[in-house]
């Protein structure tokens, strides 16, 4: 991008045509006549004249007239260039890999399977969020700490399956301190846990309720999840006498300590009944979450003058070769 620091100064182009015409229509009225003493001389000027060479002196000096009114206009090239700022949010995703996580009521896929996808979409939607994961059934350990490396995070989250845990219950409590824990320390604006569950806390050392206060004391935000239809589907058991075989399990789903931490953190609590639901839950949390981008333009100007007045000095001098070299007078 170029542009004219002074551009008023570019009016004096206006000057150059004037100057041509000048010098095209009076120029033959003012040259003095020369007495030839003979013939021959005359004769022998003409041939050792080249009118064509006395119009490229006048296009030279025109071309410098030029240049050295651009250059006074004082151009300069411009190099835009951008500063993004951004303000990220710190979220912990917390999934529950409890054995009820079995249940094929989210068709075709049991609802690990059907969380597992609907998280990688979430991922991948976020831009410059440090996000980290908790997995947790009978215990929760950190599957994955805060990153900016997405494809790590997916990697982990696809290796997350059932039995990688004690499955035989669930400590709610114990997942939220977890994860609060991993935002204690970060300098995040926001810090988000994002807790999907789809059973009642029955295990470890640490009352939901209290890693709510905990969390809330530090400043996290918890928004909870329950998954599963009411009604609750069928899950796998595999016999090693019997073979595999299903057994019909119902939701137990406390939804009124879900509701509780996330009110007191002030968070959310949604019910997904469908993987169309869970989805949608994912989908508003994200709208809820969003980071701050700032993007500062700058543009950078070189100035072009310098070169502008090198070029003109150059016509000069093409000048003056042409005066030297081939336009000749009478002696």
């Known amino acids: 991008m170029i ?7 570019l009016l004096f182009l206006l000057l150059v045509p004037l100057y041509l015409f000048v010098e095209l229509r009076f120029a033959r009225r003012r040259r003095p006549a020369v007495l030839f003493p003979a013939v021959d001389a005359a004769l022998e000027a003409a041939r050792r004249g080249f009118p064509w060479k006395r119009f490229l002196k006048l296009f030279v000096r025109s071309a410098v007239l030029t240049l050295v009114v651009l250059a006074v206009a004082r151009p300069q090239a411009g190099s835009g260039s951008e500063s993004v700022i951004t303000e990220g949010i710190d979220i912990m995703l917390v999934i529950d890999v409890s054995a009820s996580m079995r249940a094929e009521d989210f068709r075709p896929k ?10 990688a979409d979430f991922i991948a939607g976020r ?9 947790f059934a009978a215990q929760g350990f950190t599957q994955c700490p805060l990153t900016l490396d997405y494809s790590v995070l997916l990697g982990l989250l696809d290796s997350v399956e059932m039995g990688m845990i004690d499955e035989r219950s ?3 409590g114990t997942a939220i301190a977890t994860a609060t824990n991993r935002l204690r320390e970060s300098d995040a604006e926001s810090r988000v846990v994002i807790l999907l569950t789809d059973g009642r806390s029955n295990a470890g050392e640490i009352d939901p309720l209290t890693a709510g206060q905990a969390a809330k004391a530090v400043g996290v935000r918890i928004y909870t999840i329950g998954a599963g239809t009411p009604e609750g589907g069928r899950v796998p058991i595999d016999d090693p006498v019997w073979g595999r075989r299903y057994a019909n399990v119902k939701t137990d789903l406390d939804e009124e300590m879900l509701r ?24 508003k949390i994200g709208e809820l979450e969003t980071t701050r981008i700032e993007v500062k333009h700058f543009t950078t100007y070189t100035e072009l003058a310098p070169r502008f ?7 000069l001098v093409l000048e003056l070769l042409v005066s030297a070299l081939f336009v ?3 002696p």
Do not use: H, Q, W
Request: no cysteine; hydrophobic share 50%; glycine share 10%.
């Open 309 to 315: 007045i090198i070029l003109a000095l150059l016509a």
């Open 127 to 135: 831009t410059s969020d440090r996000i980290g994961m908790v997995v």
């Open 110 to 119: 049991n609802r690990l399977g059907v969380a597992k996808e609907v998280v």
């Open 328 to 330: 000749r007078g009478l």
């Open 260 to 283: 509780e931490i996330a009110d007191i953190t002030g968070g959310r609590y949604y019910r997904a009944k469908t993987e169309g639901m869970l989805a949608d839950v994912y989908r």
């Open 3 to 9: 542009r004219f620091a002074d551009p008023l100064f």
């Open 170 to 172: 669930t400590a709610v």
